[in-house]
């Protein structure tokens, strides 16, 4: 039972414009949401998160915003960078004295120069 | 900073033998660690959650006998893989918390091949 999704493997997005990468989760005790960047071989790194008290975060360039009520979540690059092209995950935490993160299956994030 | 090493990056081994690796918090006491594995093209799977000198706690269909952690101090949890089979081979990765409820910090993962 898949209790994150990111619905789409891939996606190319040219440099400069905005790329937004979609994460949907059915566990409604998920209360914590963070997204990781991932290159291949390494450990992934986390870049922002976003509690579920929040609807937005914003960390640079980067932006994560929350729907609770369609338990949907999206992570805004802009402007995109070549360096940018990696593998992201989401990941979703309960609070319920548990630090488990349950992770989605990735997009590959391409950024076309 | 908040670093996460882990060692050896990649492990050759044979059908049935043993394979340890370590996970180390270089900058920070870790009051917890997780192991994940990960499938090509599939998502990171927790398989054990490991506090500093208790026993890990294991994920559901993870077996504890096969994948022993043993988490010394607060900078070092090991991972051993016992009578590895070739359905093991996998990239293991583990985690660090600073503390509880905070972000996750990973290491760089290991490349598992047994033969």
């Known amino acids: 039972d898949q209790q994150v999704k990111q619905n789409s493997p891939s996606l190319s997005v040219q440099e400069g414009r905005i790329s937004i990468l979609n994460c949907d989760y059915t566990?409604?005790?998920?209360?914590?949401f963070l997204w990781y960047k991932k290159y291949p071989a390494e450990g992934p790194t986390f870049l922002i998160s976003?509690?579920?008290?929040?609807d937005k975060n914003e960390d640079g360039r980067f932006t994560v915003f929350l729907n609770k009520s369609a338990k949907h979540l999206s992570l805004h690059i802009v402007p995109s960078q070549p360096g940018d092209s990696a593998v992201y995950f989401c990941?979703?935490?309960?609070?319920?004295?548990?630090?488990?993160?349950?992770f989605g299956t990735g997009t590959r994030l391409t950024i076309i120069p | 900073g908040a670093v996460v090493s882990q060692h050896p990056s990649w492990v050759i081994c044979k059908s049935g033998t043993s394979v340890k690796i370590e996970c180390r918090s270089l900058?920070?006491?870790?009051?917890?660690m997780f192991w994940y594995r990960q499938f090509p093209k599939q998502s990171l799977m927790l398989m054990a959650t490991?506090?500093?000198?208790?026993?890990?706690?294991?994920e559901q269909g993870v077996e504890k006998d096969k994948f022993l952690i043993n988490h010394a101090s607060l900078t070092l949890s090991t991972l051993t893989v016992t009578s590895a089979h070739p359905e093991d081979s996998s990239f293991y990765i583990c985690?660090?918390?600073?503390?509880?409820?905070?972000?996750?910090?990973f290491g760089p993962g290991t490349r598992l091949t047994v033969t």
């Open positions: 985690s660090a918390s600073k503390e509880k409820g905070r972000e996750q910090y």
């Open positions: 566990n409604s005790m998920f209360d914590y």
């Open positions: 976003i509690s579920s008290i929040k």
């Open positions: 990941a979703a935490r309960s609070n319920f004295g548990n630090e488990k993160l349950t």
């Open positions: 900058d920070f006491q870790a009051t917890t």
């Open positions: 490991s506090n500093e000198g208790s026993k890990a706690t294991y």
